[in-house]
């Protein structure tokens, strides 16, 4: 009974995901594709890095 189950539940979601993967291929197809362009600011004089001291004890 136990392996029934089992090979049922397995079945289910490989019929799932490949209903799945079907309705993705076919919707990108249907839906116009938005490219957008980002701009990025090359600022030389601000950094965002952290910086340690390290002093060692004699």
């Known amino acids: 009974m136990k392996r029934n189950?089992?090979?049922g539940l397995v079945a289910f979601m490989v019929i799932l995901t490949g209903l799945?993967?079907?309705d993705d291929l076919t919707?990108?197809?249907q839906k116009p594709i938005i490219?957008?362009?980002i701009q990025l600011d090359n600022n030389e004089?601000?950094?965002d890095?952290?910086?340690?001291d390290v002093?060692?004890?004699e």
């Open 45 to 47: 004089k601000s950094t």
């Open 5 to 7: 189950s089992l090979g």
């Open 35 to 37: 490219s957008d362009n």
């Open 55 to 57: 002093v060692e004890d």
């Open 20 to 22: 799945l993967v079907i």
């Open 49 to 52: 890095l952290a910086t340690l």
């Open 27 to 29: 919707s990108s197809q």
